[in-house]
């Protein structure tokens, strides 16, 4: 039985999309088996989040600080969290999340596209055909 390495998506709003590579976790297993879906994005910072309608426990390997371009999900709010730069917790230019976040991959393209996001901005989440 083979194993899959990663999950892709796409992540698309009004002025951009940016695709993402995901490890096989317990979490990206339960956003697969929602997508597509619609959210409504939130800015904080350099982050970008929006809400899934996914409720999962936090995994072993949570982190709450990240580099950028890292797709985390945070639990406390049911949303994927995409830090691009500093939030306002941050300490100096670390990516620092809102509480330890579960690691699900990364932003294959330059993650700085995510300014382009303004709060409220619709936001579409799908699989790429493989």
Request: hydrophobic share 35%.
């Amino acid at each position: 039985m083979q194993t899959p390495i990663s999950l892709q998506i796409r992540i698309s709003w009004p002025s951009g999309h940016l695709t993402a590579s995901l490890d096989d976790t317990p979490t990206t297993q339960a956003l697969a088996e929602t997508l597509p879906f619609v959210s409504t994005a939130r800015t904080w910072g350099k982050e970008v989040y929006f809400e899934t309608g996914v409720s999962v426990s936090r995994e072993t390997g949570a982190r709450e600080v990240v580099e950028p371009g890292t797709v985390a999900f945070w639990t406390d709010g049911d949303a994927l969290a995409l830090p691009y730069g500093p939030t306002p917790i941050s300490r100096g230019d670390e990516c620092r999340l809102a509480s330890p976040c579960n690691v699900l991959g990364r932003l294959d393209g330059d993650p700085g596209l995510l300014a382009t996001v303004r709060d409220g901005d619709p936001v579409r989440v799908e699989l790429l055909d493989a």
